[in-house]
């Protein structure tokens, strides 16, 4: 206590807590409802990959590993078209 007297800091303590430990402390069901989520989109995604061509799901596989289209295009053999234009 003669060290804060001393020192004369002022120290505010928030009494009312329950905002700070709600946003601090989540619930666990939160999380396992969000990795549930997460698990079926991955599952829909899977899906719907493999529901492509085999030459589109080579592309997406090759994109998802950091590969230029350039790069995926000489690999499997096709040119590269240009985008649109907004005409």
Do not use: F, H
Request: hydrophobic letters at 35%; charged letters at 35%; aromatic letters at 4%.
């Amino acid at each position: 206590m003669d060290y804060w007297r001393r020192e004369r800091r002022l120290t505010l303590v928030e009494l009312d807590a329950s905002n700070v430990l709600s946003d601090t402390l989540q619930s666990s069901e939160g999380r396992l409802d969000e990795r549930i989520a997460d698990e079926q989109r991955m599952r829909r995604l899977a899906d719907a990959i493999r529901l492509l061509p085999k030459e589109q799901r080579m592309c997406v596989m090759l994109r998802s590993q950091g590969m230029r289209y350039r790069e995926i295009a000489r690999i499997l053999g096709v040119g590269v078209s240009p985008p649109p234009t907004g005409s």
